[in-house]
């Protein structure tokens, strides 16, 4: 029995992980759509929601969880940031 409880705890250890890599870049990916996209009072609503969070986080989730949103979260941040393809294909056409 102690083994299976081993076994269920890996499980979640891994699941949570997994989770918090999804909201991170869900919750990047969707601050960064909707920053663009805003005035200046709505942008800054958005910049402190989400360092909010991320102290939040960081206060209350382990330190596994909370570097797996981190990474997630600044990968949904440069992607969003980055040129995308096609218009680096028509720059350099022109």
Not at 63 to 75: D, E, I, K, Q, V
């Amino acid at each position: 029995m102690n083994e299976f409880m081993d076994v269920l705890s890996i499980l979640g250890h891994i699941v949570r992980a997994l989770g918090f890599i999804v909201l991170g870049f869900g919750v990047g990916r969707f601050t960064m759509d909707a920053y663009k996209k805003a005035v200046w009072q709505v942008q800054i609503a958005l910049a402190l929601g989400f360092f909010g969070l991320l102290v939040g986080l960081t206060n209350y989730a382990s330190a596994g969880s909370m570097g797996m949103f981190a990474l997630s979260a600044g990968a949904a941040i440069i992607l969003a940031v980055m040129p995308k393809k096609e218009d680096a294909e028509e720059a350099k056409k022109e």
